[in-house]
């Protein structure tokens, strides 16, 4: 597929994975309009950051994904839809669930309605490894059974079924994209590497965390970005779900030894309870089966877990200012 002119619109444009699809899009010459969360402070979330020449070729559209009529104007004249819009927090979902519900739920309905009754030429629709739950075999490939374990993975897997059904019922032409843990500059400081790295920038000796023995798949951003290309290039993708991510796991505890060496510190891991999942809701492992999206797409993990780490790293301590390190980000 030619990139260079074709009209995208990418949801939650002004987030982590969203700003880094945006500025890559951009630079494949595409025409890229990027939803962003209204706010009356008129912040684009990490869009603002972007180098000038990246920034000034974005159509910035500010609403609200759980408006229909908003949806509908956003994706007037465009041919492809990367859907990334979402309420991701897994410790916010516990007390706040409607809020989800409202988000991925009815904000990844108002996408297909506006899809389908605008004749979108395709959309990618954003999962989440956290649908399978806790691995009851390893690695995880696209049959394992679904078992979302919190509210958020219960939204999402809910859109994702909204998603296939369109699929099923209209020939809606949508792909599912299931992501594991992606990583890389301007990521949540609720996720589990800012959270540790940012307490190194912040000088703490002792590192506070949740679960230590968990284990997580994890993926630098432009390997995911490049998956969300690869699949929007591929026809044969439509109405499936793909897994995205390394194939390799690593326990919590691991990863922060490892950060720790990449960031040439010593440190000591406490636990802090309040960090904990109920314990029915803890996924305690997650490894990936990447081979459906390679076979199918010809993708391949690009960056290693390592050298993700290193860029990560080196743009934590850049930007270390911009996360609260001293408290437990919900």
Same mark, same amino acid.
């Given at each position: 597929?030619?990139?260079?002119?074709?009209?995208v619109?990418?949801?939650?444009?002004?987030?982590?994975?969203?700003?880094?699809?945006?500025?890559?899009?951009?630079?494949?010459?595409?025409?890229?309009?990027?939803?962003?969360?209204?706010?009356?402070?008129?912040?684009?979330?990490?869009?603002?950051?972007?180098? &000038?020449n990246?920034?000034e070729?974005?159509?910035?559209?500010?609403?609200?994904?759980?408006?229909?009529?908003g949806?509908?104007?956003?994706?007037?004249?465009?041919?492809?839809?990367?859907?990334?819009?979402?309420?991701?927090?897994?410790?916010?979902?516990?007390?706040?669930?409607? @809020?989800?519900?409202?988000?991925?739920?009815?904000?990844?309905?108002?996408?297909?309605?506006?899809?389908?009754?605008? *004749?979108?030429?395709?959309?990618?629709h954003?999962?989440?490894?956290?649908?399978?739950?806790?691995?009851q075999?390893?690695?995880?490939?696209?049959?394992?059974?679904?078992?979302?374990?919190?509210?958020?993975?219960?939204?999402?897997?809910?859109?994702? @079924?909204?998603?296939?059904?369109?699929?099923?019922?209209?020939?809606?032409?949508?792909?599912?994209?299931?992501?594991?843990?992606?990583?890389?500059?301007?990521?949540?400081?609720?996720?589990?590497?800012?959270?540790?790295?940012?307490?190194?920038?912040?000088?703490? *000796?002792?590192?506070?965390?949740?679960?230590?023995?968990?284990?997580?798949?994890?993926?630098?951003v432009?390997n995911?970005?490049?998956?969300?290309?690869?699949?929007?290039?591929?026809?044969?993708?439509?109405?499936?779900?793909?897994?995205?991510?390394?194939?390799?796991?690593?326990?919590?505890?691991?990863?922060a030894?490892?950060?720790?060496?990449?960031?040439?510190?010593?440190?000591?891991?406490?636990?802090? &309870?309040?960090?904990?999942r109920?314990?029915?809701?803890?996924?305690?492992?997650?490894?990936?089966?990447?081979? *459906?999206? &390679? &076979?199918?797409?010809?993708?391949?993990?690009?960056?290693?877990?390592?050298?993700?780490?290193? *860029?990560?790293?080196?743009?934590?301590?850049?930007?270390?200012?911009?996360?609260k390190?001293d408290?437990?980000?919900?």
């Amino acid at each position: 597929m030619n990139w260079r002119d074709k009209k995208v619109l990418v949801t939650g444009g002004e987030g982590f994975i969203g700003s880094h699809l945006v500025e890559r899009l951009i630079k494949e010459g595409s025409d890229v309009r990027a939803f962003v969360f209204y706010n009356s402070f008129n912040n684009w979330g990490w869009i603002d950051s972007l180098p &000038k020449n990246i920034k000034e070729k974005i159509d910035v559209f500010c609403g609200d994904i759980r408006d229909p009529n908003g949806v509908l104007k956003a994706m007037e004249d465009r041919t492809i839809v990367f859907h990334l819009a979402a309420l991701i927090g897994i410790p916010f979902s516990y007390h706040s669930p409607d @809020s989800y519900v409202d988000t991925n739920v009815k904000g990844t309905l108002n996408i297909l309605q506006a899809a389908k009754r605008l *004749k979108t030429e395709k959309i990618l629709h954003t999962s989440t490894s956290e649908v399978y739950g806790t691995a009851q075999y390893a690695p995880i490939d696209e049959k394992h059974p679904i078992n979302p374990q919190s509210p958020y993975a219960a939204t999402k897997s809910a859109a994702d @079924s909204l998603a296939l059904s369109f699929y099923r019922s209209f020939d809606l032409p949508v792909s599912v994209l299931r992501p594991f843990n992606t990583f890389g500059p301007r990521q949540s400081a609720r996720a589990i590497i800012p959270t540790i790295i940012s307490q190194i920038c912040a000088g703490k *000796k002792t590192i506070e965390l949740g679960n230590i023995q968990a284990t997580r798949d994890l993926n630098y951003v432009e390997n995911t970005v490049d998956a969300y290309i690869k699949l929007a290039e591929t026809d044969a993708a439509l109405g499936e779900v793909f897994n995205i991510g390394s194939g390799m796991e690593i326990t919590i505890s691991q990863l922060a030894a490892l950060i720790a060496r990449v960031m040439g510190v010593k440190v000591k891991i406490k636990q802090d &309870k309040k960090r904990l999942r109920p314990a029915k809701s803890e996924v305690e492992r997650l490894l990936c089966d990447a081979s *459906k999206i &390679k &076979k199918v797409c010809g993708w391949k993990e690009m960056v290693s877990l390592e050298k993700g780490l290193e *860029k990560t790293c080196a743009w934590f301590k850049d930007n270390s200012d911009r996360y609260k390190a001293d408290i437990y980000n919900v």
